[in-house]
């Protein structure tokens, strides 16, 4: 069989070398993080020490920060901790993890852009009732950012509450809490290289916490029960680390050449061009079903995605993509996402499979 | 007077309770889904994701045999603690969803600090918690558990194991009891498997909470068990990718799961020897501090209880000095979530133990990985340490009878 070519690093990604040691030396430590013996003590060293750099690495205060068992978790914390007496107001193209808990909840448009529109933020906000508002900082299908720092101002001026969910922005574009000015951030290990099952929610000092989603022996200051997965979190920290000496022009311009070449074949590109991580390009084939290429393209030994990871293998069109007006499009795009260890031999194979499956697929032009 | 040991290279590690080593078996079937196999799970489409699945449905299917379960009974979460709050609040939830009217919630009062924070969580949406009291020799009285079903409720929950004394309730018959009310059972079964042999087939059991870090596995992963036949429907605690059939959403940690899937397999696989060859070495252990310390006494049932514990209360000597005077053996005073914690354990005081009693006590954890020479470590040290602390604190701790 041949080499498999990977651009789904939004779904997943290779765990980096030091994250990886920092997870295996981690293992090795017997102690319960929560224990007052040696092995405890030194366990939870390990610890603090990650929730330092973790903290540190993204713009808040070690004390502010919860770790979770990911993302998912991260958000639906913030929001259950952060919303009682409030409204939610959220983004049209959230992941999943923030719609589901945040239902009834009142929807910012996105423009083709996929941008979401502050104007219609305002409106919303400008009822001066409490709310609790969530826009991702990058969007985990097309990979474009989202005007969060903007969206901050405009809810601490009407007294409202911003969770921005940074689990495929952290790693992939400079991100601090205190600059962004929101209430909270979700972060997820895996999406930046670390180890899946950890994930942290960092908060402001001035946000509430009200009541713990997961709830036990006082862990996190009461706010996440359970023994914290100190491996996971090393590795997750050790990741954090790694990351911030990613070369992230080298990436985006290695996307930009995978993109040109799909372009090349009659393909498009969804979502601002400008505002976008660099790993992410979302691009559809007209006239080819998306479930079509990924599968070809899997033949041809290329690892992409029609949407996010979670629902693949569901058949529906993405809500993403629907809610930029994309038409039949958005049952035709797939997602390429490079990891942080992509080659240009990557890009190259890359380039030569879509041609390929492109050719074979696309609908002959009349 | 004994004399004091000699230091030992290592910290002995006698807090298996509280955490156990990660086997270095089960490091090595994680390792490959630490490097080459990066796979999503849940990226069915290409084969990296597909191999990634295969291999957390091997996992479920070791997990699901260890409690003699379905491994489509097995739903991945991160603990045993995020376990217990969905089990705890779906199933409530859900059927007050659902209309039900029932809003008893039965519990015991030596449960997990995680099982009773979920309680007192429902109680703040109108459901009526009932903390039940156990004997002294820290079982639960059936006809306490009867007496209480006397009011229609909706789900009991009752550890199989408690994390502080090693007490085994007898959770196939207090599940039945449980069932004839029409009640659903849950059980937090952390301490219980690998310990003493689980069988959620034949227990009338609805849902069962398992840590992959208390038997050997890793931190960061455990299940929950709910039954199928018949279904069992639970509100999730949080949703999203809609992962584990819509019950637990979240990317699923591969490696964590491989890993955890040995622990269970060993688990099962060497449960017996484990258990004999602890048992032995506990009895040594026991003998030897009753034989150098009069007036230890054991917490908890001694025949009702898992191999490897020793709950004990000291004649004088406080738990805290104790600990400070032998730093190398790594016990503890309780439950380890709340170490830190000054107050006195609550599941000690509901055995009937006064502060000044829960505060002269110590857990003492055996597991796969002590020795023998650990044992004789720890019973010298503790003699020496107790009889130290007797004879440095004597009029501190005169009153303290």
């Not at chain 1, 224990?35 to 004390?63: C, K, L, T, Y």
């Not at chain 1, 983004?91 to 104007?119: F, K, L, Q, Y």
């Not at chain 1, 949407?307 to 390429?336: D, F, N, P, W, Y």
Request: hydrophobic share 45%; charged share 20%; glycine share 10%.
């Amino acid at each position: 069989m041949h080499e498999t070519h990977y651009f789904d690093a939004n779904a997943s990604q290779k765990l980096r070398p030091a994250a990886r040691d920092a997870v295996l030396s981690a293992f090795e430590a017997a102690g319960n993080p929560s224990s007052v013996h040696r092995p405890g003590r030194a366990v939870r060293r390990i610890m603090e020490d990650a929730r330092d750099v973790i903290a540190n690495g993204f713009g808040g205060q070690s004390q502010d920060l919860v770790f979770t068992s990911g993302g998912t978790e991260a958000d639906a914390t913030a929001i259950h901790a952060m919303s009682i007496g409030r409204r939610l107001i959220i983004g049209a193209i959230e992941h999943d993890a923030v719609r589901s808990a945040a239902t009834g909840a009142a929807i910012v448009p996105v423009g083709r852009n996929g941008i979401a529109d502050m104007e219609a933020l305002e409106t919303l906000l400008s009822d001066g009732n409490p709310s609790l508002v969530c826009l991702m900082l990058a969007n985990n299908e097309t990979g474009v950012i989202q005007p969060v720092e903007q969206a901050a101002a405009l809810c601490r001026r009407y007294g409202a509450l911003l969770h921005a969910d940074a689990v495929q922005a952290a790693g992939r574009m400079p991100v601090r809490l205190d600059l962004l000015g929101a209430h909270s951030l979700a972060i997820s290990s895996h999406k930046l290289g670390g180890p899946a099952g950890v994930g942290a929610l960092l908060l402001s000092p001035d946000a509430p916490f009200t009541a713990p989603l997961v709830s036990g022996g006082g862990q996190e200051r009461g706010r996440r029960g359970g023994t914290p997965a100190v491996a996971l979190i090393a590795g997750f920290a050790a990741a954090v680390l790694a990351g911030q000496t990613d070369d992230l022009q080298r990436i985006a311009t290695l996307r930009d050449a995978a993109e040109r070449a799909a372009l090349a074949c009659g393909a498009v590109v969804c979502g601002d061009p400008e505002h976008r991580l660099p790993n992410t390009s979302c691009i559809a084939l007209p006239g080819v079903a998306a479930g079509v290429q990924v599968i070809a393209l899997d033949l041809e030994g290329i690892a992409v995605s029609a949407g996010a990871a979670c629902s693949s293998g569901k058949v529906q069109t993405s809500h993403v993509l629907h809610a930029m007006g994309l038409g039949t499009l958005a049952g035709e795009a797939i997602r390429i996402s490079l990891p942080w260890n992509v080659t240009e031999a990557d890009i190259d194979a890359f380039a030569t499979a879509y041609r390929r499956v492109a050719d074979r697929l696309r609908p002959a032009l009349v | 007077m004994t004399d004091a040991p000699s230091r030992p290279n290592q910290p002995v590690y006698l807090d298996n309770q509280a955490t156990t080593r990660c086997d270095p078996r089960v490091v090595q079937v994680m390792l490959p889904y630490f490097s080459e196999e990066y796979g999503n799970p849940h990226s069915a489409e290409h084969v990296m994701g597909q191999r990634a699945e295969h291999a957390v449905e091997h996992a479920r299917a070791q997990v699901a045999a260890a409690i003699g379960a379905d491994a489509r009974e097995v739903i991945f979460t991160s603990g045993a603690t995020e376990a217990n709050n969905i089990a705890i609040k779906g199933a409530a939830r859900f059927a007050a969803s659902m209309g039900d009217p029932r809003r008893r919630i039965v519990t015991v009062a030596t449960e997990h600090k995680c099982v009773l924070e979920s309680v007192a969580d429902l109680a703040a949406e109108g459901f009526e918690p009932v903390i039940l009291p156990v004997r002294t020799d820290g079982l639960l009285d059936p006809d306490k558990l009867r007496e209480a079903l006397v009011t229609p409720t909706l789900l009991v929950s009752v550890m199989a194991v408690n994390n502080e004394t090693g007490v085994i309730q007898d959770i196939a018959g207090l599940a039945a009891i449980a069932k004839a009310s029409g009640a659903l059972f849950h059980t937090d079964l952390a301490q219980a498997v690998g310990k003493i042999a689980v069988d959620l087939t034949a227990w009338k059991v609805d849902l069962a909470s398992v840590s992959g870090h208390k038997l050997y596995g890793p931190k960061g992963v455990g299940a929950l068990f709910v039954r199928r036949r018949p279904r069992v429907r639970l509100t999730p605690l949080f949703s999203g990718g809609g992962q584990e059939r819509g019950l637990r959403s979240g990317t699923l940690p591969a490696p964590l799961i491989v890993g955890f899937g040995e622990a269970c397999r060993l688990a099962t696989a060497e449960r017996t020897v484990d258990a004999e060859r602890i048992a032995v070495l506990r009895g040594g252990l026991w003998d030897r501090l009753r034989r150098d310390i009069p007036g230890v006494r054991l917490n908890g049932s001694d025949q009702a209880r898992i191999a490897g514990n020793l709950n004990v209360t000291f004649p004088r000597a406080t738990a805290f000095d104790l600990m400070r005077a032998v730093p190398d053996l790594c016990v503890s005073t309780g439950s380890a979530c709340s170490s830190a914690e000054v107050e006195p354990s609550y599941v000690l005081r509901a055995l009937g133990l006064s502060d000044r009693q829960a505060a002269r006590t110590l857990r003492i954890g055996i597991g796969r990985f002590t020795s023998a020479a650990d044992i004789d470590y720890a019973a010298a040290a503790l003699a020496a340490a107790n009889a130290a602390c007797e004879a440095a604190g004597f009029e501190n701790s005169a009153h303290d009878t």
